[in-house]
């Protein structure tokens, strides 16, 4: 079992940032990709960016590439979602994820396995 806890969010002007973080314990050692969702209400939950862990490579959904960067710190087992240049759409609950398979697809939430509870983002205009 993975488990998965979220934090940073909050409300901020148009323009300003947040940097989200996701710790994850419990058998960590099996995380092969972890990846950040959101959900605005009404709408569907969409992808927003996703790390290989192992590899390390990176993946961004158009709307937010250039303006949100994922990191992660190893010794701590925490994702990290900078999220820089905010805008009102970008408003919702960010969810962090986990794989632990190889060779899923990272745009694809069904095809994780552990998920946070979410943290709220608001940007005011």
């Known amino acids: 079992q993975v488990q998965l806890v979220e934090s940073g969010g909050g409300l901020v002007p148009a323009g300003g940032s947040l940097r989200l973080s996701c710790a994850a314990s419990g058998r960590t050692f099996s995380i092969r990709t972890m990846g950040w969702f959101r959900q605005a209400p009404g709408k569907e939950r969409e992808f927003v960016a996703a790390h290989r862990w192992s590899g390390s490579s990176t993946y961004y959904a158009d709307s937010v590439k250039g303006r949100f960067t994922i990191s992660r710190d190893n010794a701590k087992n925490t994702e990290y979602l900078q999220v820089n240049s905010l805008k009102p759409e970008d408003t919702a609950v960010y969810y962090c994820?986990?794989?632990?398979?190889?060779?899923?697809?990272?745009?694809?939430?069904?095809?994780?396995?552990?998920w946070g509870q979410g943290t709220q983002v608001t940007v005011s205009s």
């Open positions: 994820a986990a794989q632990i398979a190889f060779d899923r697809r990272t745009r694809v939430a069904s095809e994780y396995d552990y």
